[in-house]
Nanobody, 118 residues
Framework: QVQLVESGGGLVQAGGSLRLSCAAS????????MGWYRQAPGKQRELVAS???????NYADSVKGRFIISRDNFKNTVYLQMNSLKFEDTAVYYC????????????WGQGTQVTVSS
């Protein structure tokens, strides 16, 4: 069974940095695109950043120049380096991975809370 486990969330002051990690485990044949989404209270879940297996990246306009997504294909892990954090970055952050496994499809992590104090 495939699982995605996130870590690295927490409380940080505005202007600070955090690094999120999301590790996939289980019987995995291949991982295609991986991404980070976030959901703030009362708002819809939105894409923050995504990365292909080849390393091509895509960012939401609101995080361009501040966040960096990367991945380690050997560790089946995706990272999100978040710099210059703003109060409006406060949300639960989820990772999503398109995984080829016994059951192929999109897998979500459980979410990790990021709180930025102003």
């Amino acid at each position: 069974q495939v699982q995605l486990v996130e870590s690295g969330g927490g409380l940080v002051q505005a202007g600070g940095s955090l690094r999120l990690s999301c590790a996939a485990s289980g019987t995995i044949r291949r991982i295609n695109d991986m991404g980070w989404y976030r959901q703030a209270p009362g708002k819809q879940r939105e894409l923050v950043a995504s990365i292909t297996s080849g390393g091509s990246t895509n960012y939401a306009d609101s995080v361009k120049g501040r966040f960096i997504i990367s991945r380690d294909n050997f560790k089946n892990t995706v990272y999100l380096q978040m710099n210059s954090l703003k109060f409006e970055d406060t949300a639960v952050y989820y990772c999503l991975a398109d995984i080829v496994a016994g059951t192929t499809g999109g897998y979500w992590g459980q979410g990790t809370q990021v709180t930025v104090s102003s």
